[in-house]
T-cell receptor, first 115, second 109 residues
Framework: NAGVTQTPKFQVLKTGQSMTLQCAQD?????MSWYRQDPGMGLRLIHY???????DQGEVPNGYNVSRSTTEDFPLRLLSAAPSQTSVYFC??????????????FGPGTRLTVL | RKEVEQDPGPFNVPEGATVAFNCTYS??????FFWYRQDCRKEPKLLMS???SGNEDGRFTAQLNRASQYISLLIRDSKLSDSATYLC??????????FGSGTQLTVLP
């Protein structure tokens, strides 16, 4: 099992560029989510999904889109990058449709800098 | 007021010491509680769940006080390898996890 994988590990964007952060898991987990982590702020939930075809917004969804066409993949799209989106992004997954109560397995993170 | 608050520390303690962290939460309808550990520049990993009756895992003890709306983590006989940031996590009825900003612990030789 590879667990939760994220690509790329590092990315530098210019303001206004768009890109997709990839997240995949091979544990057949139903629940997947995206967080951003900023110094002194903890992890903040961006979007989450309770299963293929179902997504919902978290605490800080503006400027990001997600889709969940398969159980395994949950990409995060930055529509028009802004310096305020400079952060470390973590993808997480957990077992079951009520996975928000279960152990979260995190990917290694993507460190994004927007200039 | 933040939904989940932690003392950011840093806590610097000698090896062998006992150290305790608290975490307060504002939503009385919160359902589940966890402690995660995060090493520098790494992803968070589950340390332990927090049950109403309290629970212990080796040198680690977690407690929940619903009346006062806080959870605690006690580490006994600290090891150098315990140095990390400890994140408390609260799950609301809205199916969302809210993380505290973390408490940094350094165990000194």
């Amino acid at each position: 099992n590879a667990g939760v994988t994220q690509t790329p590990k590092f990315q530098v964007l210019k303001t206004g560029q768009s890109m997709t952060l990839q997240c995949a898991q091979d544990m057949n987990h139903e629940y997947m989510s995206w967080y951003r982590q900023d110094p002194g702020m903890g992890l903040r939930l961006i979007h989450y999904s309770v299963g293929a075809g179902i997504t919902d917004q978290g605490e800080v969804p503006n400027g990001y889109n997600v889709s969940r066409s398969t159980t395994e993949d949950f990409p995060l799209r930055l529509l028009s990058a802004a310096p305020s989106q400079t952060s470390v992004y973590f993808c997480a997954s957990s077992y079951g449709g009520q996975g928000w109560t279960d152990e979260q397995f995190f990917g290694p993170g993507t460190r994004l800098t927007v200039l | 007021r933040k939904e989940v608050e932690q003392d950011p520390g840093p806590f610097n303690v000698p090896e062998g010491a006992t150290v305790a962290f608290n975490c307060t939460y504002s939503n009385s309808a919160s359902q589940s509680f966890f402690w995660y550990r995060q090493d520098c520049r790494k992803e968070p990993k589950l340390l332990m769940s927090v049950y109403s009756s309290g629970n212990e895992d080796g040198r680690f003890t977690a407690q929940l006080n619903r009346a006062s709306q806080y959870i605690s983590l006690l580490i006994r006989d600290s090891k150098l390898s315990d140095s990390a940031t400890y994140l408390c996590v609260v799950v609301s009825s809205a199916r969302q996890l809210t993380f505290g900003s973390g408490t940094q612990l350094t165990v000194l030789p």
